[in-house]
Structures are given as structure tokens and as C-alpha cells.
């Protein structure tokens, strides 16, 4: 197979792929496959980049983030302000282990937020468990992405006791 009708092939695929939507390559492949009412039948030879090419534009179609809430535990802007919040990090992370945890520098604050929430009713849940540790928490809108949403649904299914909150939020993203 020449150059041309490797590029044309792949941009066959991409037309199909577009076309089709929620389609799989392997779909299209085999409906190509199936002989119509006139007795004809497509034969699909696919060069080996042509599903690593339909798997790039599909990544590319698909949102990797949505809005949600955490709950901010720690905010300082003072002179050890970095080590107390890697310190707040370190205790959060020891009691309790199933819930994602963030350090961030937003000038001139370092902050330690926690959790991974869709809505604000599971981060008021979520408030409420860690109150008791942390009086000062609040809870921020962030962006948050559906990999920690996923991260969040291994360590629920590693803790099945953990807030319903990360069992919700990762049924959102097991849905994708």
C-alpha cells in the first residue's frame, strides 16, 4: 500500500469516525462489512495508524474537566506558609487517605484543598466530616478534572465506607 492510499485511508477513517459520532472504528468496520440487501459487501483493509489516528481525534472531541467544588482546609500567605501547608497536606493525607488532596500556590497564598465534588450539597457532606479536624475549611468552586474524578472512584471502591460523594462523582465519570 502506497503512501496516497494510506493518507486516503486514514482520512476515510476520520470522515467515518466524525460521522458516526459514538461509533467505535471496529462498528464501522464491521457495518461496512455486512453484506447489503443487493448482495454487495465492502472488503475493509486498514492500515496499523489508522486506529491510533481515530483514537487522537477522539481524545481531542472529549472534555477532560467540568466545574465542581473543594474544600480549601489551609490558606496562609506568612513567611512559613509553604512548609505549614505541606505540613496540613501530610496530616490530611494520614486521616484520610480516600480523599484526593491538592497544594496549591495561588500568589500570594499557598493553599491546601480537598476533595473532588460535582456539586455543592456533596461539599457541604464533605465539609462536615472534616470540621471537626479543620474549623476554618470552606469550600471553593475549581475546576476539576475527570482523572482525579476517576482516582477518587478507585480509592471509594479500596474504602467502601467513604463518603457517597466519590461514589457519585465517579458514576458521572464512568459513564463517559
Request: charged share 25%; hydrophobic share 40%.
Amino acid at each position: 500500500m502506497n503512501r496516497i492510499q494510506r493518507v486516503l485511508l486514514v482520512v476515510v477513517a476520520l470522515l467515518l469516525s466524525s460521522a458516526a459520532m459514538a461509533q467505535s472504528v471496529d462498528r464501522v468496520v464491521v457495518g461496512l462489512a455486512e453484506r447489503s440487501i443487493s448482495g454487495s459487501h465492502v472488503r475493509v483493509t486498514e492500515d496499523g495508524d489508522t486506529r491510533e489516528a481515530v483514537r487522537v481525534v477522539e481524545a481531542q472531541r472529549r472534555p477532560t474537566e467540568t466545574s465542581g467544588f473543594r474544600i480549601v482546609i489551609f490558606s496562609d500567605n506568612g513567611q512559613y506558609a509553604g512548609d505549614n501547608a505541606e505540613e496540613v497536606l501530610k496530616d490530611f493525607r494520614g486521616r484520610f487517605p480516600h480523599i484526593n488532596a491538592y497544594l496549591v500556590y495561588e500568589s500570594p497564598y499557598f493553599k491546601v484543598s480537598v476533595g473532588d465534588c460535582l456539586t455543592m450539597e456533596e461539599a457541604q457532606i464533605l465539609m462536615a466530616e472534616l470540621t471537626p479536624h479543620y474549623s476554618k475549611a470552606f469550600p471553593k468552586r475549581e475546576t476539576i478534572r475527570y482523572e482525579e474524578l476517576a482516582n477518587a472512584r478507585r480509592k471509594a471502591e479500596i474504602r467502601p465506607d467513604s463518603l457517597m460523594m466519590a461514589v457519585d462523582s465517579a458514576a458521572i465519570v464512568s459513564k463517559m
